[in-house]
């Protein structure tokens, strides 16, 4: 049981390439989740996710795109990468069956834009 | 819509100390209150939670909170902080049909020797 995992660890890319942030859990979790962590700010919502087919925007969703094609994965997509989506993204996952546990984390995904 | 504040960007307190890190909340719906920790470099891991039920919770390590709903707060209390409580600490707030999971601006707690 791997819980949530994400890749890349560490990513630097320069302003204006595109990439995917991968999350993949296997705990069968009907909600899905992806936050940013910068200094002072907490973590904050971009993009979220309540089953496979359906996403919705979080507090902070410009410059990022998701999809949910499967339970399991939830990618995050950055098209035109900017200097200011330099940021720690962290998923999560949790799920409502047979109670209530709150959300598991992945390990995060360090992302310098140069 | 929800929201969370959390009271005090820095505690500092003395090994041995009461530990009390303040967080109110604002929610339309019945809440669900986390307290997540983060250690430095590391992903958060689920300290304690409030859903239902007894409003006193305990969680790991020592730490527990009361949900308080004429209040609107969630503070999380240890009797006696270690050197190992230093961290930064995120209170949380979701509920509803979508169960969005939102994070209050976290609270860094330093333990003096």
């Known amino acids: 049981n791997a819980g949530v995992t994400q890749t890349p660890k560490f990513q630097v890319l320069k302003t204006g390439q595109s990439m995917t942030l991968q999350c993949a859990q296997d705990?069968?979790?009907?909600?899905m989740s992806w936050y940013r962590q910068d200094p002072g700010m907490g973590l904050r919502l971009i993009h979220y996710s309540v089953g496979a087919g359906i996403t919705d925007q979080g507090e902070v969703p410009n410059g990022y795109n998701v999809s949910r094609s499967t339970t399991e994965d939830f990618p995050l997509r950055l098209l035109s990468a900017a200097p200011s989506q330099t940021s720690v993204y962290f998923c999560a996952s949790c799920s409502r069956d047979r109670g209530f546990y709150g959300y598991t984390f992945g390990s995060g995904t360090r992302l310098t834009v140069v | 819509a929800q929201s969370v504040t959390q009271l005090g960007s820095h505690v500092s307190v003395s090994e041995g100390a009461l530990v009390l890190l303040r967080c109110n909340y604002s929610s339309s719906v019945p809440p669900y209150l986390f307290w997540y920790v983060q250690y430095p470099n590391q992903g958060l891991q689920l300290l304690l939670k409030y859903t239902t039920g007894a409003t006193l919770v305990k969680g790991i390590n020592g730490f527990e909170a009361e949900f308080k709903k004429s209040e609107t707060s969630f503070h999380l209390t240890k009797p006696s902080a270690h050197m190992s409580d230093a961290a930064e600490y995120f209170c949380a707030v979701s509920g509803g049909a979508t169960n969005k999971l939102i994070f209050g601006t976290g609270t860094l707690l330093a333990v003096q020797p």
């Open positions: 705990m069968n979790h009907e909600y």
